[in-house]
């Protein structure tokens, strides 16, 4: 098996690690996606991963909160996910760092761009977590910007859908999945497959986006490896 990409950024969201329970952290399911993690890195593949924290909190959701706060609570949210990350992938025998935007050493490295690089570059799954380590940004942003940061060849955005479609498939059985699209389109159509500030990041840095199903996690391997799967956008 021959990866086509070097390096690559995953985006996972919060709520696929907690797995049927649907709040908190599910480590069966944790584990079945850092043994697919693993086999990507043991083929060579340098791996990044940004994870949200909707398993815990959701900032948008917090009603009359300061949003500041609240979105705070989001970033620290990811961090316990992070942290499960890698307590699987050491587990598994794979080498894993922690970075986070924001600085709590005790627990994580601050993250530097040259520092995750280099770790990436000896065999470490560099964990990043706190998004972009500010309020009012998603992670699917903060995905974008580390993508583009590290010089990942490919974004990969796993879902609870197996691509783009042109509206809500579990609504809709006569949705139709895209196998491909632009920026513009994402834009113009507003198929909600990643927040705008996400995609003009993505679109500054001609960076691919491969929007796939997480729901078999061999799915990570099969986009390593160049099979047809999801949605690319590009």
Do not use: W
């Given at each position: 098996m021959k990866p086509v990409y070097k390096r690559i950024l995953l985006k996972l969201s919060g709520e696929v690690l907690a797995g049927s329970g649907g709040h908190g952290i599910d480590f069966a399911t944790v584990d079945s996606i850092c043994a697919v993690i693993k086999k990507c890195a043991d083929l060579g593949v340098e791996i990044g991963i940004v994870v949200g924290g909707g398993n815990f909190w959701r900032g948008r959701s917090s009603g009359e909160m300061d949003r500041v706060r609240a979105d705070?609570?989001?970033?620290?949210?990811?961090?316990?996910?992070?942290?499960?990350?890698?307590?699987?992938?050491?587990?598994?025998?794979?080498?894993?760092?922690?970075?986070?935007?924001?600085?709590?050493?005790?627990?994580?490295?601050?993250?530097?761009?040259?520092?995750?690089?280099?770790?990436?570059?000896?065999?470490?799954?560099?964990?990043?977590?706190?998004?972009?380590?500010?309020?009012?940004?998603?992670?699917?942003?903060?995905?974008?910007?580390?993508?583009?940061?590290?010089?990942?060849?490919?974004?990969?955005?796993?879902?609870?859908?197996?691509?783009?479609?042109?509206?809500?498939?579990?609504?809709?059985?006569?949705?139709?999945?895209?196998?491909?699209?632009?920026?513009?389109?994402?834009?113009?159509?507003?198929?909600?497959?990643?927040?705008?500030?996400?995609?003009?990041?993505?679109q500054n840095g001609r960076l691919p986006v491969l929007v796939f199903n997480l729901n078999d996690p061999e799915n990570i391997l099969r986009a390593v490896l160049g099979e047809k799967i999801g949605t690319i956008v590009k």
């Open positions: 705070s609570m989001g970033m620290l949210a990811t961090v316990m996910n992070a942290l499960a990350l890698q307590e699987s992938l050491i587990g598994l025998g794979n080498p894993a760092v922690v970075m986070t935007a924001l600085d709590m050493q005790r627990i994580a490295k601050p993250y530097q761009k040259d520092d995750a690089v280099a770790a990436m570059k000896a065999g470490s799954v560099v964990i990043f977590g706190c998004g972009t380590g500010s309020p009012f940004f998603s992670t699917d942003s903060g995905a974008a910007l580390r993508a583009n940061e590290i010089g990942a060849d490919i974004f990969f955005k796993a879902t609870n859908v197996d691509g783009v479609y042109d509206k809500d498939p579990n609504r809709y059985p006569d949705a139709v999945r895209y196998e491909t699209l632009t920026y513009d389109e994402i834009l113009e159509k507003h198929l909600g497959v990643m927040d705008n500030t996400a995609a003009a990041l993505a």
